[in-house]
């Protein structure tokens, strides 16, 4: 694949979307005006600020649909519709790489209209799949750590056997064995716990209460593989194009409990760690459950990639210092 390819990133407002585009560089002619490169009724560039259209009308784009999947329509019979205008459009643009950061991610919400987050997730992850075959391009599909059941007592393997405890885990598994299906070439990279510029994250809502007076109770019974967007974006893009087959893990070096990566957040901004407080999931009492451990090795991509990727705590280190200037704290975080 040359620099000169266009590079279509699905999702691409999104907090990872934001950094693929990013991390395409001058290199590559990455099409992330979605609404122009996908208007499939008109000349005119999608719908009008504010209009209410229809899936399947004139004027209908894949930026639109992607934008208001998520919560407009609530149908799952228009929803599908609007997966088939995003086909038409892969297949009208003919990309050579599509990086899929699109999708539903209301964890909870999901519970309550898991027929919407199995639309969107697996059938709108599907028909992208089937698109991408048909016109010959490359394909990286991005996945998660919720697609296990938290019970391991080591990181996760590629071929260790998934079992979702929530709808939207259940959802993102069935769209990661639908797209391998229809599109046998494709990379499936799973990553986890994401922070990064652009979008608010876990890491910016614990400064955001913290920075309000605090304390805030944070959960010490889940533990993960926080992942710096910026670090994760490069590796998706050189993954498309060495054209990587089947599922990979991608994340930071290490792993963290939410309360571990709240208080190094706080002190790393010079602020007291003490504000972050030790919690339980049951404490929250939230509608979908989270795996208590589902931390994901990634031994493989290193091996792909001569190494592994930074420490999650490096990460975070670099996101707060760019997003938050001067960083008081860093000699307390070590």
């Known amino acids: 694949m040359t620099g000169a390819e266009a590079i279509l990133v699905l999702g691409h407002t999104g907090l990872l979307g934001r950094a693929v585009v990013e991390a395409c560089g001058p290199g590559c002619m990455v099409v992330d005006d979605e609404r122009r490169a996908f208007d499939l009724g008109r000349e005119s560039a999608g719908p009008p600020a504010g209009a209410r259209v229809e899936p399947g009308e004139a004027g209908d784009s894949l930026s639109w649909m992607v934008a208001n999947l998520p919560r407009y329509p609530r149908d799952a019979a228009q929803v599908h519709r609007g997966i088939e205008l995003m086909r038409l459009g892969i297949l009208r643009l003919k990309p050579a790489l599509v990086i899929n950061c699109a999708g539903y991610t209301a964890v909870d919400k999901a519970e309550s209209e898991p027929e919407l987050a199995m639309a969107v997730n697996a059938k709108g992850a599907e028909a992208v799949a089937k698109a991408c075959r048909q016109a010959g391009a490359g394909l990286v599909h991005v996945s998660t750590d919720y697609v296990f059941d938290g019970l391991a007592r080591r990181p996760y393997r590629e071929d260790d056997p998934p079992g979702p405890v929530n709808a939207y885990g259940r959802a993102k598994l069935a769209g990661e064995r639908l797209v391998l299906a229809a599109h046998p070439g494709a990379c499936v990279a799973r990553s986890a716990w994401l922070f990064g510029p652009g979008r608010a994250s876990f890491v910016d809502k614990v400064l955001a209460l913290a920075r309000r007076g605090g304390p805030l109770k944070v959960v010490t019974d889940q533990v993960g593989s926080p992942t710096y967007t910026r670090d994760l974006a490069p590796v998706l893009v050189e993954l498309g194009k060495k ?91 070590r």
């Open 243 to 333: 054209g990587v087959p089947g599922v990979i893990h991608a994340v930071n070096l290490g792993q963290a409990s939410r309360y571990e990566l709240a208080r190094r957040t706080l002190a790393l901004c010079g602020l007291d760690p003490e504000l972050a407080q030790p919690a339980l999931s049951r404490d929250f009492n939230l509608p979908a459950q989270r795996p208590a451990y589902s931390v994901l090795d990634g031994r493989r991509l290193a091996r792909l990639r001569g190494g592994p990727l930074p420490s999650w705590l490096d990460g975070l280190r670099r996101h707060l210092t760019e997003t938050t200037g001067d960083n008081p704290g860093w000699e307390q975080a």
